[in-house]
C-alpha cells in the first residue's frame, strides 16, 4: 500500500484535528488552499498544535515572571454522574482505603495511576478482578425476570433492550491518562500499530467490545480499517463445519387412499457438512480516540461517531435532537462529529446561561 506524501499526511492531520475542535489559528485562518503551503509551514503548525512534547520557548519579557512549582498540590477525583465502570478491586473506593493504610504507617501517598500499575500486578489483585469478570458474564447470561416479553414466538433478547456496558480492568474515562504502551499492558491487550491486510479477519475471534489492539496514538480499535484494494485480489473464505440431519418426508392418506397431507421432519441420521462464506473485500475501521467522547468509525477520509453510543447518551432514538446529523461512513450509519459536538456545546451553553443561544452567531 503506497504511503501519502509528508505534505498531504501533515495537511489532513491538521484538518482532522481542526473538525474535532482543536483551534489552530495559524491553519484555520489562513486563507491558504493546499497547493499555497509548504510541507516546512505545515510541519511547524503540526509541532505546535499536534506534537505532546512541543515547549513554547518563553518571551524576553515573561522570562522573569516564570515561577517553578516546589510543591505539586494533590488533585481531586470528581466523578460525575452514575457510579463509575470499574473492577472493585480497582475502584476509588479501594484506592483511598489503601492511601489511609499508607499514611497510617507514616509512608507517603501514592497518586491512583501509579496505585493502579502495582495493583494490577498483585496475585490477589488479579483473582479478584478474574472473578469479577466472571460474576459479571453469569448476571448478563442470566435471564432478567423484569424484561418486557417479546411477541409470541420470538426468544432472546427484545429489540429494544440495550446490552450491559463493557467492564475493563481500566474504566474507560481514565485511558486519556495513560501512555499506549502502559494502557496497553493494563488492559492486556496487544501493542501495536500493525494493520489487518485482509478484512474479516477477527469476525469470528472478537465481538463488538473485545479491544483488538492499542496503536502508538493511544487509539483503541476494535476493528482495523481495511481499504478496498486498488487492483483485483483473490477473496477469502471461511470455512464452517457444522453438523445436519436429514430429511425424511411423511404422507398421510385419505380413507379413498389419497395423499391428504405431506410434511418434512429431521432424520435420524446425521452428517457433517463444510459452509462457505466469502468474505467483503474491505471493512471500517472502529476505535476510540481517548480524547473524543464515542467511538469512532473510519474509512478513507470520512469519520463519524458511532450510531448506539450517540443515540445511548441523548436517551433514545426518539429524543436525538434534529441538529444532530446522520451520514454513512461506507456502509455503517453514523452521527457526523461536528453536528454532535455543537449540539451538546450548545445544550451546555443553555443549562449554564439559562436561555437558548441556537441562533446566536
Known amino acids: 500500500m503506497a504511503t501519502l506524501p509528508e505534505k498531504t499526511r501533515l495537511y489532513r492531520e491538521l484538518q482532522r484535528a481542526v473538525e474535532m475542535g482543536m483551534s489552530i489559528p495559524e491553519f484555520t485562518d489562513s486563507e491558504n488552499k493546499y497547493v499555497d503551503w509548504k510541507e516546512d509551514e505545515l510541519r511547524t503548525i503540526h509541532e505546535k498544535h499536534l506534537n505532546p512534547d512541543h515547549v513554547e520557548p518563553p518571551s524576553s519579557e515573561d522570562e522573569e515572571d516564570i515561577e517553578v512549582p516546589t510543591t505539586i498540590e494533590q488533585v481531586e477525583t470528581i466523578t460525575i454522574g452514575a457510579p463509575e465502570n470499574v473492577n472493585p478491586a480497582l475502584s476509588h473506593a479501594a484506592y483511598e482505603a489503601a492511601q489511609e493504610a499508607v499514611v497510617a504507617s507514616g509512608e507517603q501517598p501514592q497518586t491512583y ?22 460474576a459479571v458474564q453469569a448476571t448478563s447470561a442470566a435471564p432478567d425476570p423484569g424484561a418486557r416479553p417479546g411477541p409470541e414466538g420470538i426468544t432472546g433478547p427484545f429489540p429494544g433492550d440495550s446490552a450491559p456496558p463493557p467492564v475493563y480492568a481500566i474504566p474507560r474515562e481514565q485511558w486519556a491518562q495513560y501512555p499506549p504502551r502502559e494502557l496497553a499492558r493494563l488492559l492486556n491487550v496487544p501493542y501495536s500499530d500493525k494493520v489487518a491486510d485482509r478484512a474479516g479477519l477477527t469476525f469470528n475471534t472478537h465481538g463488538l467490545n473485545d479491544i483488538l489492539r492499542i496503536d502508538s496514538r493511544g487509539r483503541v480499535w476494535y476493528r482495523d480499517e481495511v481499504m478496498k484494494p486498488a487492483i483485483p485480489k483473490k477473496r477469502m473464505v471461511r470455512k464452517v463445519k457444522t453438523v445436519t440431519a436429514n430429511v425424511e418426508t411423511i404422507n398421510t392418506y385419505r380413507p379413498d387412499g389419497g395423499i391428504d397431507e405431506t410434511f418434512e421432519i429431521a432424520g435420524d441420521e446425521q452428517s457433517e457438512i463444510e459452509i462457505k462464506i466469502s468474505m467483503p473485500t474491505s471493512q471500517v475501521g472502529i476505535y476510540i ?12 477520509t470520512r469519520r463519524a461517531f458511532d450510531y448506539e453510543e450517540v443515540m445511548n447518551y441523548f436517551g433514545g432514538r426518539d429524543l436525538v435532537p434534529s441538529t444532530v446529523q446522520t451520514v454513512y461512513v461506507d456502509i455503517d450509519l453514523c452521527y457526523t462529529i461536528e453536528s454532535v459536538r455543537e449540539t451538546i456545546d450548545r445544550m451546555y451553553r443553555e443549562t449554564v446561561l439559562g436561555r437558548s443561544t441556537y441562533n446566536v452567531g
Not at 480516540?289 to 478513507?300: L, N, S, T, V
Open 113 to 134: 495511576t501509579d496505585w493502579v500499575s502495582e495493583a494490577v500486578s498483585d496475585p490477589a489483585v488479579q483473582a479478584a478482578m478474574a472473578a469479577y469478570s466472571r
Open 289 to 300: 480516540d481517548p480524547r473524543m467522547p464515542f467511538k469512532i468509525h473510519q474509512y478513507g
